[in-house]
């Protein structure tokens, strides 16, 4: 009969909670597809050696709006020889990234043919605005009709 191997059993574990925004599995998950990092290169990022990116994987998540995120933060960093300010770092572009993720599309579908609907209107103007001559003698001959694209 043989025992398992205890970092196998936590990696496996690990693996599991990278869709459980709860631990940190998901912000390391989060964090290593944003980067396009590897593995030890997370490691190397985090200044920390990988079975104690496991260790910290199975581990809560500091809660970004409490008033205890930084002991949180401190804690986790002591527990896996991480420097907090970097992991600190970690977790808020991890919630900026969920932030914008979670907002909602800007422009409806609704009467677009093309259904582009993926720029906010406050963007496209800006856009327009910035091609458009400051003068009045660039008036559409057709009465209006859309610009080209």
Known sequence: ??????????????????????????????YQRQEELMDDELAQELGTLPPLVVRMAICKRPDSSSPQFAEQ??????????DAA?????????DAIETLASRPAPL??????????RFS???LAA???????????????????????
């Open 108 to 117: 409806s579908e609704v009467g677009s043919e093309k259904g582009t609907g």
């Open 73 to 82: 933060v401190r804690e986790l960093a002591d527990y896996t020889l991480t």
């Open 86 to 94: 970097q992991l600190a770092g970690v977790l808020r572009q991890v």
């Open 127 to 149: 856009a327009r605005d910035r091609y458009e001559p400051d003068d009045d003698s660039a008036e559409p001959q057709d009465g209006g009709s859309k610009p080209e694209e």
């Open 1 to 30: 009969m043989t025992s398992q191997d205890p970092f196998a059993t936590l990696a496996a574990l690990a693996r599991r909670l990278r869709n459980d925004p709860r631990y940190m599995a998901y912000v390391l998950a989060v």
């Open 121 to 123: 209107a406050g963007l």
